[in-house]
Antibody
Framework: QVQLVESGGGVVQPGGSLRLSCAASGFTFSAFGIHWVRQAPGKGLEWVAFIRDDGISEYYADSVRGRFTISRDNSKNSVYLQMNSLGGEDTAIYYC?????????????WGQGTLVTVSS | DIQMTQSPSTLSASVGDRVTITCRASQNSNSWLAWYQQKPGKAPKLLIY???SLESGVPSRFSGSGSGTEFTLTISSLQPDDFATYFC?????????FGQGTKVEIK
């Protein structure tokens, strides 16, 4: 069955950096794009970034463009989110989510999430 | 960005009730809309995609309709497992955006 497992969350000081990982299994990883979606504590969902199956095309929310970088290693069935210049507004649970087959940009499977807390 | 507005924000209902949640888009989203269910401490779960297509394994009491700027999620007969928060999401254009959520509570 499809599994997505996030890791790398933790407490980081304002201005700091963190790298999240998403390990995938149960499907042909190299054939699917992967998204990152975040949720601030007690708040709604915010799409963050997307990388296509080939790793060439990347898309970002305006709120993170220039600070976050999404990448993938198809040999390790993993996607990464490098987060730099972190601020309090980045405090959230970060989920990785699988893109379905085809071009539709919704999320058919989600990981359990990893919590990022930006605090001094 | 396309803004998504859900109503109501909170809904109190009883088991067996028919429940309808509305999602309005600030621009035409055609049928590029999905609905998710989220329970406390859990990741969201896909219910509906392309406005009205039921995801595999989702009970048939869930249905979606609409196109353009107005969409609805209907639960035909509310079950105890359905008390949760529901989010709509447009994927007509980047940035992909969500509604603020509708919490379905026990009356």
């Amino acid at each position: 069955q499809v599994q997505l497992v996030e890791s790398g969350g933790g407490v980081v000081q304002p201005g700091g950096s963190l790298r999240l990982s998403c390990a995938a299994s149960g499907f042909t990883f190299s054939a699917f794009g992967i998204h990152w979606v975040r949720q601030a504590p007690g708040k709604g969902l915010e799409w963050v970034a997307f990388i296509r199956d080939d790793g060439i095309s990347e898309y970002y929310a305006d709120s993170v463009r220039g600070r976050f970088t999404i990448s993938r290693d198809n040999s390790k069935n993993s996607v990464y989110l490098q987060m730099n210049s972190l601020g309090g507004e980045d405090t959230a649970i970060y989920y990785c989510a699988k893109h379905p087959s085809g071009w539709d940009n919704y999320f058919d499977y989600w990981g359990q999430g990893t919590l990022v807390t930006v605090s001094s | 960005d396309i803004q998504m507005t859900q109503s109501p924000s909170t809904l109190s209902a009883s088991v067996g009730d028919r429940v309808t949640i509305t999602c309005r888009a600030s621009q035409n989203s055609n049928s590029w809309l999905a609905w998710y269910q989220q329970k406390p401490g859990k990741a969201p779960k896909l219910l509906i995609y392309k406005a009205s297509s039921l995801e595999s394994g989702v009970p048939s009491r869930f249905s979606g309709s609409g196109s353009g700027t107005e969409f609805t999620l209907t639960i035909s007969s509310l079950q105890p497992d359905d008390f949760a928060t529901y989010f709509c999401q447009q994927y007509s254009a980047y940035s992909l955006t969500f509604g603020q959520g509708t919490k379905v509570e026990i009356k």
